[in-house]
C-alpha cells in the first residue's frame, strides 16, 4: 500500500489516542473500535492490519501530519502495540455493510427503486448508518449515502425534506433486499415503512411515491 493510503488512517488512530499514555490498555481500547468500525472507518480489519504494517515498514515519520505529544518512537511502539491487540482480537467479524465512494456510485442510483421509508431524522440515521455525502441533483443538495451489504446488495440511503428513503438498483426481489439491509444494519422494522412497486424515484429527492 502508499504511504496517502495508511497516512489517512494513522492520523485516525493518533487523534483518537493522543490524550492519554500510549500503552497497552490504550491500543486495546483502539484496537476495539477498529473491530466494531464506525468511529476510524468501516474499512476491512485486515486492511486495517496492512496499514498499520506499511506504516512501521516505512521510513517515512509518522507524525509528521498532525501536531502530536508523542514522539515519533512512542508512536511507533504504540502502533505495534495496536497490531498485537488486533491479533488477538482474531478472527475479525466481517463488516455488515460498507460504505462505498457516493461519487462513483451515486450517478446510478438516481434511476433507482425506492424500497424502504425511513422513521429517522437524517442526524439519527447517520449516526447508525454513516456520514452521508452532499451531492447536487436538479439545482438542490441532496445528502446521500452509498452502502455495500454482506450479502452483495447495493443501496442509497437519501434524505429528503420530508423523511429519508431507501434505493436499491438490486433484480431481486424488494422483499429479499429490504430483509437484507434490515438485517445487516440493525434497524427494526417499525424503523422503516416499505415502499410498494409502483413507488418511484424523480432521482432528486424533491418527489417520490405514492
Known amino acids: 500500500m502508499t504511504m496517502e493510503t495508511w497516512r489517512g488512517f494513522t492520523n485516525g488512530v ?95 442510483f438516481r434511476v433507482a427503486r425506492p424500497l424502504l421509508r425511513l422513521h429517522l431524522d437524517e442526524p439519527a440515521g447517520q449516526a447508525r448508518l454513516g456520514i452521508a455525502q452532499t451531492v447536487t441533483e436538479g439545482g438542490a443538495e441532496l445528502d446521500v449515502l452509498v452502502l455495500r451489504l454482506a450479502s452483495g446488495e ?25 430483509a437484507a439491509f434490515l438485517a445487516a444494519t440493525g434497524l427494526t422494522p417499525d424503523e422503516v415503512s416499505p415502499l410498494g412497486p409502483e413507488a418511484s424515484w424523480d432521482g432528486t429527492g424533491s418527489s417520490f411515491g405514492p
Open 14 to 108: 493518533l487523534y483518537a489516542a493522543q490524550f492519554g499514555a500510549l500503552d497497552r490498555a490504550v491500543a486495546e481500547r483502539v484496537a476495539g473500535m477498529i473491530v466494531r468500525g464506525r468511529q476510524l472507518g468501516d474499512e476491512e480489519v485486515a486492511v486495517r492490519y496492512e496499514q498499520l504494517g506499511d506504516a512501521l515498514a516505512g521510513g517515512s515519520p509518522i507524525t509528521g501530519a498532525i501536531p502530536q505529544p508523542h514522539g515519533e518512537q512512542d508512536v511507533r511502539e504504540f502502533l505495534a502495540l495496536l497490531r498485537d491487540a488486533l491479533d488477538r482480537m482474531r478472527p475479525w467479524p466481517q463488516r455488515p455493510f460498507r460504505t462505498l465512494d457516493t461519487d462513483e456510485w451515486w450517478p446510478s
Open 154 to 178: 447495493r443501496v442509497a440511503v437519501a434524505w429528503t425534506a420530508e423523511c429519508g428513503v431507501v434505493l436499491d438498483l438490486e433484480e431481486a426481489p424488494r422483499e429479499h433486499v429490504a
